[in-house]
């Protein structure tokens, strides 16, 4: 088992708040990321983070936003929760950029 | 810009036989390809990865791929299926200094 933990697992939540998901590794990586899965369809990376203080998007338009304030953090925020950002939210680290990444359990979101 | 792509949404294999899961890639430099599978309500976890060298790559619970330069593939195989085998199989691509981009997933049926 890999050394990355996000939380909550799962959450509903209602339309406009705020809301903010953890992840942490205790690997040391350098390199996160965070990925939205959709049922039945691809990982879309959604923002990368190459260490403390850099954070760049993803190839998927997102509304939230990150940042990487600690090695060992990278959570994300949406300001405003809308029902189109339900979805599956997948954190990953990697060591290098060359090397494979390891992903958490996610956190899925229902916003109702 | 590099993808990935795995022309089938589903394979469905008897337990005992062998089974392949397609996945080829476009990129303009070399690749860094890698398999993950994800389990229900699961995060992703890595099986195997090519860099470089062999192009014959062995990985966890028995699974292997083959990397095919000119064919600009990178099938995942395995000898003998088991009923456990069944998941979502994800491929991965990387140029140097990118982020992993995943191909949709293929979900893999073993019955008994």
């Known amino acids: 088992e890999a050394d990355i933990y996000q939380t909550p697992r799962y959450l509903v939540i209602g339309t406009g708040k705020k809301i903010t998901l953890e992840c942490s590794q205790t690997m040391g990586h350098d390199k996160m990321y965070w990925y939205q899965q959709d049922p039945g369809m691809e990982l879309h990376l959604i923002h990368y983070?190459?260490?403390?203080?850099?954070?760049e998007k993803g190839d998927l338009s997102s509304e939230s936003t990150v940042s990487r304030i600690r090695t060992e953090h990278f959570p994300l925020t949406l300001e405003s929760a809308r029902p189109s950002h339900t979805s599956q939210y997948l954190c990953?680290?990697?060591?290098?950029?060359?090397?494979?990444?390891?992903f958490g359990q996610g956190t899925r979101l229902t916003v109702v | 810009a590099q993808s990935v792509a795995q022309p089938e949404d589903q394979v469905n294999v008897a337990e005992g036989n062998p089974l392949t899961v397609k996945c080829t890639y476009s990129?303009?430099?070399?690749?860094?390809l890698f398999w993950y599978v994800q389990y229900p309500n699961r995060g992703l976890q890595f099986l195997l990865k090519y860099i470089t060298g062999d192009n014959l790559v062995k990985g966890s619970y028995g699974f292997e791929a083959e990397f095919n330069k000119s064919q600009t593939s990178f099938h995942l195989k395995k000898p003998s299926a088991l009923v456990s085998d069944s998941a979502l199989y994800l491929c991965a691509v990387r140029e140097t200094g990118t982020a992993l981009i995943f191909g949709k997933g293929t979900t893999l049926s073993v019955s008994s």
């Open positions: 990953a680290s990697s060591a290098t950029v060359n090397t494979e990444a390891f």
């Open positions: 983070s190459y260490g403390v203080n850099s954070t």
């Open positions: 990129v303009s430099g070399n690749p860094y």
